[in-house]
């Protein structure tokens, strides 16, 4: 069965901090990799995905994550971060070529950002 | 305005009684998704449906029903049965189902509270 493990169940920065949320993934074939993000009183929404190509993919909002398969990872960055980047952020996965079932996600991320 | 729509908002149930989660989308979307968030716990997926008069159980399905009579509407019916009501219910679509590559769209999401 596959599993998402996010490093950080909370994480508070000032504005214009970097930001690097981590992720490791657990799944014993090709992965679809996602970063989602819910901003308070909104609904849950796409940052970026990863599916193939090149491992270094960019999102809405500046963000980007990196794909790195010998690690199992796909961390989520942004060089500088805003107080409306506040909001929890949550990695996924599913298995490749099928699509058999749903998401598997992280347990999430709470990142606070002060002005 | 395209999107899915969740009600109720806010939804109290006593003890021993079933309650439906209604979910529409106009988005003309063949896959749906229904997945509960507990705080600390990520998104866990209950059932997820490819087609219409198709669906699928998920990681928790134990406890809860859904049906798919029409490609826009995939109501979820938390039972008696199930142990733990009390969460966020999130509903999902996608494209189709193909491969895990689509992006989820979600609504705005159902809070349970059994008294």
């Known amino acids: 069965a596959q599993s998402v493990s996010q490093h950080n169940h909370h994480v508070i920065l000032s504005e214009a901090a970097s930001l690097e949320l981590g992720c490791n993934y657990s799944y014993g074939g090709t992965v679809n990799l996602f970063w989602y993000v819910q901003y308070p009183g909104q609904h849950l929404q796409l940052l970026l995905k990863y599916f193939s190509g090149d491992p270094l993919v960019k999102g809405i909002k500046g963000f980007e994550a990196e794909f790195i398969k010998s690690k199992f990872s796909f961390n989520l960055r942004k060089p500088s971060v805003q107080w409306s980047d506040t909001a929890e952020y949550f990695c996924?996965?599913?298995?490749?070529?099928?699509?058999?079932?749903?998401?598997?996600f992280g347990k999430g991320t709470h990142l606070i950002i002060q002005p | 305005d395209g999107g899915i729509t969740q009600s109720p908002k806010y939804l109290f149930r006593k003890e021993g009684q079933n309650v439906t989660l209604s979910c529409e989308q106009n988005?003309?979307?063949?896959?749906m998704y229904w997945y509960r968030q507990d705080p600390g716990q990520g998104l866990r997926l209950i059932y997820y449906s490819q087609i219409v008069n198709d669906f699928q159980k998920g990681d928790i399905a134990e406890g809860y029903s859904v049906s798919r009579e029409k490609k826009e509407s995939f109501p979820l019916t938390v039972t008696s049965a199930q142990k733990n009501p009390t969460a966020f219910y999130l509903c999902a679509s996608s494209v189709a189902f193909r491969a895990g590559t689509d992006t989820q769209y979600f609504g705005p999401g159902t809070r349970l509270t059994v008294l």
């Open positions: 996924a996965v599913n298995g490749a070529g099928g699509g058999a079932d749903g998401l598997t």
């Open positions: 988005l003309n979307h063949d896959a």
